[in-house]
C-alpha cells in the first residue's frame, strides 16, 4: 500500500489567495483527520471525518478554512482567501474504525503552506 | 485545559544511556493512547497502541506502558538514530473519538 498521499508536499501563495490541499487516505480506511502542525502550537486536531461524514470540526481555526471528503478516497481541505499566520505543516491521517476502540492512524507527509 | 501532558519537554542522552517519556492524561473514558515518532520534515510514523492499565508493548529498544493515568516509553540503551520527536495521542470516549496529540518530547542521543 501506498500509504497516505497529500498534495502538493509545498505550497507558497499569497495573502488572499485560495489554498487547496489534498488526501487520498489508505484503502480501506474509514476515518480520516486534518491536522495542523506549528512550532508554537503542536499538532493541533483541525477536523475529522467517519465513513465520509464530518464528526467533528471544532478545530477549525475560521470560517476561512473548509474540509469536505466527497468520497472515500479523497478529501480536501481549502483555506480561504489565506493569511501569513496559516503557514504551517498540514498533516492528513487515516485509520479503520474497529468497534469500541480505536485503531491507529497512518499519516501522511504532510503539505508545507507558507503564505507570504 | 491540557488534557495530554508529556515530559520532559526535551531530553538529552549519551549513547547507552537508558531512559523513560512520559505521556499523561486527565480524563476518564481512554480508548486508545498511541505513540508516534516524527523525525524532522516527515509525517509521524506509529510505534504503538495501548488500551488497557497493565499493558505492555515492545519493540527493539523501545517499550511502552499504560497505567491508569499515564503511560511511558522506555528507551533502553540507545542509538543516534532514536533521535526524534516522540509524540503521545490519546483518544477519549466522551469526545466522539478523536485522536489528541501532547507537544512530545525531543530526543537527542549523542554518540
Known amino acids: 500500500d501506498a500509504g497516505v498521499i497529500q498534495s502538493p508536499r509545498h505550497e507558497v501563495t499569497e495573502m488572499g489567495q485560495e489554498v487547496t490541499l489534498r488526501c487520498k487516505p489508505i484503502s480501506g480506511h474509514n476515518s480520516l483527520f486534518w491536522y495542523r502542525q506549528t512550532m508554537m502550537r503542536g499538532l493541533e486536531l483541525l477536523i475529522y471525518?467517519?465513513?465520509?461524514?464530518?464528526?467533528?470540526d471544532s478545530g477549525m481555526p475560521e470560517d476561512r478554512f473548509s474540509a469536505k471528503m466527497p468520497n472515500a478516497s479523497f478529501s480536501t481541505l481549502k483555506i480561504q482567501p489565506s493569511e501569513p499566520r496559516d503557514s504551517a505543516v498540514y498533516f492528513c491521517?487515516?485509520?479503520?474504525?474497529?468497534?469500541?476502540?480505536?485503531?491507529?492512524?497512518?499519516f501522511g507527509q504532510g503539505t508545507r503552506l507558507t503564505v507570504v | 485545559e491540557d488534557q495530554v501532558t508529556q515530559s520532559p519537554e526535551a531530553l538529552r542522552l549519551q549513547e547507552g544511556e537508558s531512559s523513560s517519556l512520559n505521556c499523561s492524561y486527565t480524563v476518564s473514558g481512554l480508548r486508545g493512547l498511541f505513540w508516534y515518532r516524527q523525525d524532522p520534515g516527515k509525517g509521524p510514523e506509529f510505534l504503538f497502541t495501548?488500551?488497557?492499565a497493565g499493558e505492555e508493548k515492545e519493540k527493539e529498544r523501545l517499550k511502552a506502558t499504560l497505567t491508569k493515568k499515564e503511560s511511558f516509553l522506555h528507551i533502553t540503551a540507545p542509538k543516534p538514530e532514536d533521535s526524534a520527536t516522540y509524540l503521545c495521542?490519546?483518544?477519549?470516549?466522551?469526545?466522539?473519538?478523536?485522536?489528541?496529540f501532547g507537544a512530545g518530547t525531543r530526543l537527542t542521543v549523542k554518540p
Open positions: 495521542a490519546v483518544c477519549f470516549q466522551y469526545n466522539n473519538n478523536d485522536m489528541r
Open positions: 495501548l488500551y488497557s
Open positions: 491521517a487515516s485509520r479503520k474504525l474497529r468497534g469500541t476502540f480505536n485503531t491507529e492512524a497512518f
Open positions: 471525518f467517519n465513513n465520509n461524514v464530518p464528526i467533528d
